[in-house]
């Protein structure tokens, strides 16, 4: 069996069925310190996709339903990087996700499994935009097949520009982004007003929703990202949490008092609206 079908396997059996060999040779270095002075020849690129049909959110993001894709993508490496090194003893490989000694949109686009929509989001002709990137980047020099390489490129319809409600994707300004703001620890009461205004207390997901890309995205297939979902979380919830449990969540690296301050301000939104009627 050839070295990249044999790494082929490893991956499909572990549910990654999009990823690509990119030459190491070929990527911008973000982050030389995390290479650690070894000599990476090949980056093993892959897209995870997370959205799945039982993912409905109300008022977040679609990403932030599922436990944190950190987690997924620890325990993959973790299963995946000890079978590479069985089959290949005398080779190094090392796992990344977000964190990473390279650009990973710009790997992506160089790989020909994904391209960077209009919206600045990675897109894959499978899974839309409904995805994340991962890597495993190894010593062994494998073969790139440049006539493999898929050249989808964005349609450039207009739709995530005209829905995005505050002019953030024709500025190119993510400050502008309700994404953005619905993060910030510090909100003005007008910030607030915003992201309740247009139903998003983390995250948002209204320039993909629209995108043409998405219409007939597949779902994914990976059971961790239908597991243990919250599709509308209460403040309550988030505060009885245990701090693992809440770790486990995207929205974590904020602390909770980002998104428990925003849950608390839709629900006393919704109190204030009911009492009108």
């Known amino acids: 069996m050839k070295v990249t079908d044999t790494i082929e ?19 911008k270095i973000i982050n030389q310190r995390l290479l650690n002075n070894v000599d990476y020849q090949t980056c093993i690129l892959f897209i995870i996709p997370y959205n799945t049909r039982d993912n409905k959110p109300t008022f977040i993001s679609k990403y932030s339903v599922p ?33 990473s000694p390279y650009n990973e949109r710009d790997a992506i686009a160089k790989s020909g499994i994904g391209f960077i929509g209009d919206n600045g989001l990675v897109i894959n002709e499978r899974y839309g935009s409904f995805v994340f990137i991962a890597e495993i ?10 006539e493999d390489k ?18 953030a994707l024709p500025l190119r300004d993510y400050t502008k982004c309700l994404s953005y703001i619905s993060q910030k620890k510090q909100k003005t ?5 915003l992201i309740y205004k247009h139903g998003t207390a983390w ?19 990976i059971p961790f990202f ?14 009885e949490m245990s701090d693992e449990e809440f ?19 839709f629900e006393a939104k919704r109190i204030e609206s009911k009492n009108r009627c």
């Open 247 to 265: 770790s486990e969540r995207a929205y974590s690296w904020r602390g909770r008092g980002v998104i428990t301050k925003n849950l608390e301000f």
């Open 9 to 27: 396997k490893i991956l499909k059996d572990n549910g990654i069925e999009e990823f690509a060999f990119v030459k190491t040779s070929e990527l």
């Open 67 to 99: 436990r944190d894709y950190h987690l997924f993508s620890s325990q993959l490496f973790n299963a995946v990087i000890p079978k590479l090194e069985e089959k290949f003893p005398n080779e190094i490989f090392k796992g990344f996700a977000d964190a």
């Open 150 to 167: 898929r050249r989808t490129e964005c349609a450039h319809c207009g739709k995530c520009f005209d829905s995005c409600p505050t002019g």
């Open 203 to 221: 995250g948002c997901d209204l320039c993909q929703t629209c995108c043409v890309h998405n219409e007939k995205a597949e779902y994914s297939q």
């Open 137 to 146: 980047v190894t010593t062994i020099v494998l073969p790139v097949e440049e």
């Open 226 to 239: 239908n597991e243990k979902l919250i599709n509308t979380p209460t403040a309550s919830q988030i505060e």
């Open 189 to 193: 009461e007008d910030d607030y007003e």
